[in-house]
């Protein structure tokens, strides 16, 4: 992009005039961030521009990817660096006596998603962006995003995330492209025209859904696309009769209802919501962004639809958008009185949906009552799919009514998400190999065999861009000195590292810049938390959401082992380390709140315990997100990915470890197993129970954890600490941890996630960290080697490998 530093420094001291009648020497860092994005967006503005008219000037195809989630993180520092302006902007801010840094910081995260699955919808539009596909994201401007983590005498607390606090410098609302969203009401028929019946809702509630549009910059090119995300409002505001009646609370109920479909973010992650606010925000953003695409649509081409699935691929971001589904056959049918096998003909042909997950309980059900209530027209669409369905597979099946009964999109009271998702669309993919494999041959074997060519692999990925050369920049700035540029776009080019691995200089070097980014970790913690770190010690570092099957309770077990034998023997003597968790719970998940509770208690202990001084340091970062994982991966030593295995469809902060230059300490689950391939096995540390040993223990109901505490008195005296007061003079803080484990609860088998058979083999696996550890050459070699293997973990690659397989894009210059 052309930077004319003189135009940049006028349009700033234009903009700060303007918006806040300051001069730059009265602007405080605030109106100095705000000022900044909004030049920087100018100059963005008209590649923006001209990349939507390239996309209108013929038809082109185009990929939309709907998700309830974007889990953006901050905006200015990457959109700078994928506009390649910076440094120059750095540069115009410093002739100003501006610290541009300080300005980044002022940025609050657009937290608009939970983790990995929203996280990874960010990443895909960044490299959608950067490799000129036409391709863009629909989701939700919630007002309040995940919320904000405090941790409160080691408990965590949540407090709303007002991200939107001051004006959102990024975002342009768009309200003459508002539209209607209808909730509630009775379906009612009347003749059409060619005497078919028209079917159409009346007394709905009207919901307005307005537009915002975020530029999504790509690296080194034209091209910008957009994130569209709606916001709900009431088209007739507040009720000025009542108000005037002084009923002022009744004279805001129906805005504050709309308003509060876009409220706030759920705060879940891969566990049940149920609550039909959520499904309220499911059709809301759905149908807004099918109306957007048939507006377009028929502006640029009428009301013929037969092309709308050659211009239009869909992308489901797990079952959050399925609504989408009965949705365009409502609006082909009812709104452009097209009959149902034509409609159909369209829709199978339009949408492709991601499966997230093979946690049961993840899998979204909606219960009929709910569902036909908020949806009563769409409710009796997806009735017909069904009826339709079940005289297929009759068809097929004719005597299997078990099967039949299996798959069954509506059964049992319930509508079964997933089963519309898979029905419905033409493609349906896991997101990475060994998750996939589970689908077909576990999960949904049913439905794997009866449309055997809609399954298929996608293995996520992440940006480089924003996880290496934003948010480390040292490692980035060395890595282009040794191989040249080209990585940026082409990560598969990190492989020539591989010829410097055993370069001795080279290792020096890497572990120098680990080493500065781990004192510049260090030094954050300090101010934000009065953490203290040493820098020379291991750092090992698990941050992902709280979930049992993540297993972060493995881990603290085994600080908590770690600590007694430091004061048991003296003669032991492992090399010091620091351990750091960074993790949310979702807000209602009792157990994962335990577990944060349980890590704080045992840092609590550790940190003040001079005996272990120097040796041993336990550190739970708070508030946990995208902004701080930027400054977490670059300083990591260790990569704990230790989930049960098969439980962990792919993962992504796995990748964001392995480009960092951390290895990988883990189960063969999701994506690990795919990392250690590209890696080497000897430049990672694997243990554990596999996927398929854990299928067979549960084949055989043939666990019991009772057995590994009478084998190893270390890990019973751990496990007993848990209620003998050692940790807890009440000892019933960690009594469910206990019981969950040892005697499982609330209907549970003990031990769900294999805590306890996992122990000695994770504590082994610590053991050769520590031994590896001590001799850095050969760890580094290993993290060089881990950097010149990541390649495959771009997201480059998987959207290359969505556009080959299912989204047949072609790419769009702009000039
Ligand atoms: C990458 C990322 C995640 C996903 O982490 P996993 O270890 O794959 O679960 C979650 N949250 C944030 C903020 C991330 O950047």
Wanted: aromatic fraction near 10%; charge should be neutral; proline fraction near 3%.
């Amino acid at each position: 992009m052309k930077f004319d530093a003189q135009q940049f420094k006028e349009a700033l001291t234009e903009r700060l005039k303007r918006q806040y009648g300051k001069d730059i020497t009265q602007a405080n860092r605030h109106d100095l961030f705000d000022a900044v994005s909004a030049s920087a967006l100018e100059l963005i503005m008209n590649n923006w521009m001209e990349t939507r008219r390239q996309y209108d000037k013929k038809p082109t195809r185009q990929v939309y990817y709907l998700s309830a989630e974007f889990l953006m993180g901050r905006a200015l520092g990457n959109n700078l660096i994928n506009a390649l302006i910076r440094d120059s902007v750095a540069e115009v801010l410093k002739e100003m006596n501006i610290d541009y840094n300080l300005l980044e910081d002022e940025e609050p995260d657009a937290g608009l998603g939970n983790g990995g699955l929203g996280r990874l919808a960010a990443c895909f539009l960044d490299s959608l962006a950067t490799l000129d596909y036409p391709g863009h994201g629909y989701g939700i401007r919630y007002e309040y995003g995940m919320f904000e983590q405090h941790i409160e005498n080691g408990y965590q607390v949540e407090y709303p995330d007002n991200w939107l606090k001051h004006r959102d410098p990024w975002e342009i609302k768009r309200s003459d492209l508002a539209v209607t969203v209808k909730f509630g009401g009775r379906v009612a028929v009347r003749k059409g025209e060619n005497g078919r019946d028209c079917f159409y809702v009346e007394n709905a509630e009207n919901v307005t859904a307005i537009p915002f549009d975020m530029p999504i910059v790509g690296y080194d090119t034209n091209t910008v696309n957009t994130l569209r995300l709606w916001q709900a409002s009431s088209p007739n505001g507040f009720d000025l009769q009542l108000f005037n009646n002084m009923e002022y609370n009744r004279a805001v109920e129906r805005q504050n209802s709309a308003e509060n479909i876009s409220r706030v973010l759920y705060p879940n992650d891969s566990g049940p919501s149920g609550k039909a606010l959520r499904l309220k925000q499911q059709y809301f953003f759905t149908s807004a962004s099918l109306q957007d695409l048939i507006r377009h649509f028929v502006h640029n081409h009428g009301t013929d639809f037969s092309k709308f699935p050659e211009l239009h691929v869909i992308q489901l971001n797990d079952t959050h958008p399925v609504v989408a589904i009965p949705e365009l056959m409502r609006i082909l049918m009812d709104e452009y009185g097209m009959g149902w096998e034509d409609s159909w003909g369209i829709v199978a042909k339009t949408f492709a949906y991601t499966n997230h997950t093979i946690l049961a309980e993840a899998l979204e059900k909606w219960p009929i009552d709910i569902f036909q209530g908020l949806l009563p027209r769409i409710y009796q669409i997806v009735e017909e799919i069904n009826r339709r369905f079940l005289i297929e597979l009759r068809g097929k099946y004719p005597a299997d009514y078990a099967k039949q009964n299996r798959m069954s999109i509506i059964a049992n009271g319930m509508i079964h998400m997933a089963w519309l998702a898979i029905h419905g669309s033409f493609s349906v993919n896991g997101v990475a190999a060994l998750h996939t494999e589970l689908l077909k041959t576990q999960e949904l074997k049913d439905w794997a065999e009866l449309y055997p060519k809609k399954f298929n692999n996608k293995t996520n990925g992440v940006t480089q861009r924003r996880w290496l050369l934003s948010a480390n920049p040292e490692l980035a700035n060395f890595i282009t000195q040794k191989i040249g540029h080209g990585w940026e776009k082409d990560l598969s080019k990190l492989k020539q590292l591989e010829k410097f691995a055993d370069d001795s200089a080279v290792q020096k070097d890497f572990l120098a810049i680990k080493r500065r980014n781990k004192e510049r970790l260090a030094d954050y913690l300090k101010v934000t938390q009065n953490e203290f770190l040493d820098p020379d010690s291991i750092f090992d570092v698990q941050i992902k959401r709280l979930h049992e099957y993540k297993r972060q309770l493995l881990n603290v077990l085994h600080i908590m082992y770690l600590y007694n034998r430091i004061l048991e023997d003296p003669s032991f003597n492992p090399p010091a380390r620091t351990y750091i968790f960074g993790a949310k719970a979702a807000s209602g998940y009792r157990r994962a709140k335990s577990i944060i509770k349980l890590i704080n208690t045992v840092a609590e202990r550790i940190n003040n315990d001079r005996r272990v001084r120097g040796k041993l340091r336990v550190v739970f970062v708070e508030n946990y997100r995208v902004s701080v994982a930027e400054k977490l991966f670059p300083a990591s030593d260790v990569s704990e990915q230790i989930s049960t295995a098969g439980k962990e469809a792919s993962g992504t902060g796995n990748m964001k470890f392995m480009i960092n230059g951390a290895l990988t300490l883990g189960t063969l689950d999701g994506a690990n197993i795919e990392i250690v391939e590209e890696a080497g096995n000897e430049n990672a540390f694997i243990f554990g129970l596999t996927a398929d040993e854990i299928l067979k223990i549960e084949k055989e109901h043939s666990y019991n954890p009772q057995k590994y505490l009478e084998r190893n008195p270390h890990l019973a005296k751990v496990m007993n600490q848990l209620i003998d007061g050692t940790y807890d003079p009440t000892h019933q803080l960690f009594k469910e941890l206990y019981d969950s484990l040892v005697y499982g609860i609330e209907g549970q088998r003990p031990d769900v996630y294999y805590v306890l058979a996992d122990f000695d083999a994770y504590a082994a696996a610590q053991e050769q960290v520590a031994e590896a550890y001590t001799d850095s050459a050969a760890w580094a070699k290993k993290a060089i080697l881990n950097i010149a293997r990541s390649g495959k973990f771009s997201s480059d690659r998987t959207i290359e490998d969505y556009v080959r397989d299912i989204w047949k894009l072609k790419k769009v210059t702009v000039n």
